[in-house]
């Protein structure tokens, strides 16, 4: 599968100067999750619980970097929360996960092993040239599970038909069903990128394994 074309903006760049996108193209036939899935989350998920009841949110690897990237921006990341530190939110409240089809269930398990919010995108649904930058005056969309969403200053990515997601929450236009088959994961990062790294391998692997990924590329826009 091809590489996706994306860009960072200068602005934002200058903003955040660890800006950095991890990218993976695969195919997949989005299914329900079954017992790897749940496996993997029996030995994840306490051990999580127990790290999160006695660390700050700010001091989580990579969540800290991405709140800091928030406020640079101009968005306060206490009202905004990017969607990693709301899934540890909902862990350290010992609430379930939300469990949707296995490409989002490894994006969501991705997010938690690494600290970095992941979206994951439907490639039928997005324009062909893709940018990262700050969100405008007025911007919003109706994001998943959400409602509208505030995009103004929000580190956002976007088409030629306006923005499609954002590391707080994407969009629901190309959002991944069960119709779902050409993907694209991003991971949205602000860290050092040897952490980015990691996670892209990481997430290489989990997709494989989890989602069936096949004819899997990945990189590193820097």
Not at 32 to 50: N, T
Not at 61 to 74: M, T
Not at 103 to 119: K, P, R
Not at 179 to 187: P, V
Request: glycine content about 10%; some cysteine; aromatic content about 6%.
């Amino acid at each position: 599968m091809e590489a996706p074309v994306i860009a960072i903006a200068e602005d934002l760049r200058t903003l955040c100067p660890e800006c950095r996108l991890g990218w993976l193209t695969f195919s997949a036939v989005p299914r329900e999750s079954g017992v790897e899935m749940d496996a993997c989350l029996g030995l994840l998920l306490p051990e999580l619980k127990a790290v999160l009841e006695q660390t700050p949110l700010a001091d989580m690897p990579n969540l800290g970097e991405s709140r800091r990237a928030y406020k640079a921006c101009g968005k306060d990341p206490g009202r905004w929360r990017v969607s990693s530190e709301a899934l540890y939110r909902r862990v350290r409240q010992g609430r379930e996960l939300y469990r949707i089809n296995t490409v989002v269930d490894v994006n969501n398990l991705v997010s938690l092993e690494t600290g970095f919010s992941l979206g994951s995108y439907d490639r039928d649904h997005l324009g062909r040239a893709l940018v990262l930058r700050r969100g405008l005056a007025g911007e919003s969309y109706d994001g998943i599970g959400k409602g509208a969403v505030d995009l103004e200053h929000l580190p956002l990515l976007a088409d030629e038909h306006g923005p499609v997601g954002s590391p707080t929450s994407d969009s629901t236009r190309a959002m991944i069903t069960g119709e779902s088959r050409r993907i694209l994961t991003l991971m949205y990062s602000f860290s050092p990128l040897r952490e980015l790294e990691r996670a892209v391998e990481l997430a290489a692997a989990r997709f494989s394994a989890l989602a069936g990924a096949e004819d899997l590329h990945k990189g590193i826009l820097a």
